[in-house]
């Protein structure tokens, strides 16, 4: 009876050790009052390679002729690879959809932040980064005359 009730717990062990690094989800769902007032949910990118830890596109900002830029930790064929992404503005995309992708280097291992004012798109590398104006191309410049005002970069604290 004895080696019975260790069989047991060794299997109640692995069920729950299998439980507890199971990756976990995330689906995004309306509530009703989302749906009443007409919002919809819809993907534009899809099939994200990862494990849990690693993502996709996080930063987005609509460029003056109306695609979509974006900074991943893959590339356009899934490999991990820092890349700049401009995407047409549409759904059901994956990585190799993209019409520019530009690998770039991040000193400090920060994705991009980034938003878009007056239909430009700004942003800095996170900790530590300059802040840029991207073009229609994917292409970046630093913004001028913001080191002399002290803008800098992005920190967290």
């Known amino acids: 009876m004895a080696r019975l009730s260790s069989i047991a717990s060794l299997i109640c ?3 729950l050790v299998l439980a507890a690094v199971s990756p976990a989800r995330a689906d995004l769902a309306l509530t009703s009052a989302g749906i009443a007032d007409g919002f919809t949910l819809s993907e534009f990118i899809g099939g994200i390679p990862g494990s849990g830890t690693d993502y996709g596109p996080l930063a987005e900002g609509i ?3 109306g695609n979509v830029i974006t900074g991943s930790k893959f590339n356009k064929s ?8 401009v ?4 759904d059901g ?3 190799g959809s993209a019409l520019i992708a530009t690998p770039y280097t991040s000193p400090t291992g920060g994705q991009w932040a980034m938003t878009t ?3 430009q798109v700004y942003g800095a590398l996170q900790i530590g980064g300059v802040y840029e104006q ?10 001028p005359n913001l080191q002399a005002a002290g803008l800098t ?3 967290f604290h």
């Open 134 to 143: 991207f073009a229609n191309n994917g292409s970046f410049t630093p913004i």
């Open 153 to 155: 970069s992005i920190s």
């Open 117 to 119: 004012v007056g239909g």
């Open 93 to 95: 995309q994956t990585l």
């Open 63 to 65: 460029l003056p002729d």
């Open 13 to 15: 062990t692995i069920v």
């Open 87 to 90: 995407f047409p503005d549409v």
């Open 78 to 85: 899934g490999a991990f690879g820092l890349t700049l992404m």
